[in-house]
């Protein structure tokens, strides 16, 4: 069974802060990482994908992966309010020539004023 | 657009009476797969399709089918709903490759 796992929080930061979400997988064979941001009732809506290790980065959002210790981390920087929601970790998993999605259960974050 | 696209986005039904939820994607993706989604579950795989007449269970399939006679269609169809399938539902698609998943954007589904 592949699994990936996140602290499900709530992560609680306030404005201006940089927030550490973090996600670990069982399978050493995954090959692509994604991460998710998910407002309530709305459908999930990709923010980064990573594929090798080390740091990528995308406007206030870094992705890191460390594929030697099974896991990926995601920071955003200079939280804003609008940043509240669940952040989702996806993992791939090669199956049969193919690759199969596998979701954590996502991580609650919460940004103050 | 590249699109996912489900129908309907609100459904209310009762006990046992056939439902069928739409899903359709515009950019030829191979791999297409339902979730659901429930307070503190996460997102819960239900079927996923590797391509047309190909398809597998999930972690949850009891209570739902599926069929996949296009590439492009994926309808999950309750035939007997139960209030415990009252949920929030997403079809998502992908290539079989390492690119990510795209979702539709839901449907929620309140059986009575």
């Known amino acids: 069974q592949k699994e990936v796992e996140q602290n499900s929080g709530p992560l609680s930061v306030p404005e201006g802060a940089i927030a550490s979400l973090n996600c670990t997988y069982s399978?050493?064979?995954?090959?692509?990482f994604f991460w998710y941001r998910q407002y309530s009732g709305k459908s999930p809506e990709l923010i980064m994908s990573?594929?090798?290790?080390g740091d990528k980065e995308d406007g206030r959002f870094t992705a890191q992966l460390n594929k030697a210790s099974q896991y990926v981390s995601l920071l955003i920087r200079d939280s804003q309010p609008s940043d509240s929601a669940t952040y989702l970790c996806?993992?791939?998993?090669?199956?049969?020539?193919?690759?199969?999605?596998?979701f954590g259960r996502g991580t609650s974050l919460i940004v103050h004023p | 657009e590249a699109q996912v696209t489900q129908n309907p986005r609100y459904l209310i039904t009762v006990t046992g009476k056939k439902l069928t939820v739409t899903c359709s994607q515009n950019?030829?993706?191979?791999?297409m797969s339902w979730y659901r989604q429930d307070p503190g579950l996460g997102l819960r795989q239900i079927y996923y399709?590797?391509?047309?007449?190909?398809?597998d269970k999930g972690d949850v399939p009891e209570g739902y089918k599926v069929s996949r006679k296009e590439k492009r269609n994926f309808p999950l169809i309750l035939e007997s709903p139960s209030p415990n399938q009252t949920s929030l539902y997403f079809c998502?698609?992908?290539?079989?490759?390492?690119?990510?998943?795209?979702f539709g954007n839901g449907t929620r589904l309140t059986v009575t």
């Open positions: 950019m030829n993706h191979e791999y």
């Open positions: 998502a698609s992908s290539p079989p490759d390492n690119s990510p998943l795209h």
């Open positions: 399709s590797m391509n047309v007449e190909v398809t």
């Open positions: 990573i594929y090798s290790n």
């Open positions: 399978d050493r064979g995954s090959q692509s």
């Open positions: 996806a993992v791939k998993f090669a199956s049969g020539g193919s690759y199969i999605p596998t």
